[in-house]
């Protein structure tokens, strides 16, 4: 399990919105600023963050919070 305070900061960081607005319905949908560059600087800071190798077919579907919550419990498991 990892920590999801540590994910939401990540989040917000490199989104650059307030922490508050990062939850369970977070997407490139209802996030503007979520474009293509941060997507990618999003997914790097999440390896980073938590030690993980985030692979390349799951790096380009994280697309919410929900699946990214997902992805790094499977990689945090293994």
Request: proline letters at 5%; a negative charge; zero cysteines.
């Amino acid at each position: 399990m990892f920590d999801e305070e540590a994910l939401k900061r990540v989040m917000a960081a490199v989104l650059r919105v307030p922490e508050a607005q990062i939850g369970p319905d977070t997407s490139t949908d209802t996030l503007p600023t979520w474009d293509s560059l941060r997507h990618m600087n999003l997914v790097l800071a999440l390896e980073q963050e938590f030690d993980v190798s985030i692979p390349d077919e799951d790096a380009a579907n994280l697309s919410s919070y929900a699946l990214i919550k997902l992805v790094l419990n499977e990689l945090m498991v293994d």
